[in-house]
């Protein structure tokens, strides 16, 4: 037997909920975006990439995501998909299908121009100052 | 017998795969993110390692739809870049060790980790990105390859305790195998970042610092940080760097700090690398 060192589970459901800005991708958002998800897997597929791009509305009709989802699709409101149990990386191909660069996609759910999230990376990126605790915990 | 004879962390930034395809590495943004990894290039040139047991994680192209698996172990003959959506990579197709793999996976299994064996998959910027950032751009990858993939998206990932031992055991399954190879295991991902949400763009120098400045002299101390501390101190993304402590697991005591790099941004990203030699 190892003699490593046992931590506890290492989180509570009221932890997590405390830190700003950033949703924990679950189990339930896993199987609450299957759908959705589904559709951003196909884009890994030139042919379903030019599908879409041709006909959105009828690309889309293929997949039974939810009508909250496919208006975030149509929308391209990466914060609202994922509220809807979405998550960035397959939410990306989304983004890569439009030729955005990830830096581009991310930066839009930080409610900054695409210029003013970029120089703030360049400048170090966002603090955790500030940015720890919702109840200032931390 | 086979040994493992060093450990390399790096991210694996999947515009740096970009940059490269691109032949943007010598813009003046790109340009100081490669040089930090000039020194490691000419190492693995002397190094010549046989294998490199690759810990990734896949980015939803292979898995995290219909499986989600906490370990896997590829065990396949090669592995072909996947179409993450804007065509796949211009690079090599990599070439596993399956007897090798095989080897591994069956000891694992039986030092009780309960690996997901796969014998078919695509690989994404997870694997292509560190494998160019230490061979460069080259016609074929000079090593093979077993790809340990973790689940760091869907929560809960294991702990980054849990991580450790698994690297552990790897060690022992590395020196129980007969034939003469000189292995290298790479952790990669992190460091900070999170790239959702309003606290998108997080970077946590102060904590990525302390990941590398315990690394190789004070994992016990890596070992107790909790999934929470993770995603409070290095985004939502970072929690990736849990993969460099199975790296660190199989390492043994001692190793020795032969390279290290530390860079801010990458896209969204903390770009953190180091080489650290087997005692």
């Known amino acids: 037997m190892s003699d490593s060192p046992r931590p506890g589970p290492g989180y509570d459901a009221a932890d997590l909920a405390d830190i700003p800005g950033t949703t924990i991708f679950t189990t339930a958002s896993s199987r609450r975006a299957y759908q959705l998800h589904r559709f951003c897997m196909s884009l890994m597929k030139a042919e379903n990439r030019a599908a879409f791009k041709a006909d959105e509305g009828a690309y889309l009709d293929r997949f039974a995501m939810t009508p909250e989802q496919r208006q975030g699709v149509v929308d391209r409101d990466f914060n609202r998909l994922i509220g809807l149990g979405g998550n960035i990386y397959f939410l990306v191909k989304i983004s890569n299908t439009d030729g955005w660069s990830v830096q581009r996609a991310v930066g839009t759910m930080a409610g900054m121009s695409g210029d003013d999230y970029a120089a703030m990376m360049v400048a170090g990126g966002r603090s955790p100052v500030g940015n720890r605790s919702i109840k200032g915990a931390h | ?279």
């Open chain 2, 1 to 279: 017998m086979a040994r493992i004879t060093a450990g390399v962390g790096t991210s694996h930034v999947p515009a740096i795969g970009a940059a490269i395809d691109l032949g943007k590495s010598a813009e003046p943004y790109w340009a100081p993110v490669f040089a930090g990894y000039d020194w490691s290039r000419a190492w693995e040139h002397e190094a010549k390692p046989d294998v490199v047991i690759l810990v990734f994680n896949d980015h939803a192209t292979s898995l995290m739809l219909e499986v989600v698996p906490t370990f896997d172990i590829g065990c396949a003959d090669s592995y072909t870049p996947a179409d993450e959506g804007w065509g796949a990579r211009p690079v090599p197709v990599v070439e596993g060790h399956a007897e090798f793999a095989a080897h591994i996976a069956e000891s694992l299994i039986i030092d009780e980790f309960d690996m997901t064996i796969l014998n078919e998959m695509e690989v994404d910027h997870g694997m292509t990105v560190p494998l160019s950032l230490l061979f460069g751009s080259v016609e074929r990858w000079p090593v093979r390859v077993v790809p340990v993939m973790v689940n760091v998206t869907q929560f809960p990932p294991p702990s980054g305790d849990r991580c450790y031992r698994l690297g552990e055991a790897i060690a022992r399954a590395v020196a129980s195998f007969p034939e003469d190879l000189n292995v290298q295991i790479w952790g990669t991902g992190g460091m900070s970042h999170q790239l959702q949400g309003p606290r998108a763009g997080l970077i946590n120098r102060e904590f990525d610092t302390a990941f590398l400045d315990r690394l190789a002299d004070d994992p016990a101390a890596l070992r107790k940080i909790t999934h929470y501390e993770y995603l409070r101190e290095a985004g939502s993304e970072g929690i990736e760097l849990i993969m460099w402590l199975i790296m660190r697991g199989a390492l043994g005591h001692d190793p020795v700090v032969r390279h290290r790099f530390y860079h801010v941004p990458a896209s969204n990203t903390a770009v953190g690398h180091i080489v650290l030699e087997a005692a």
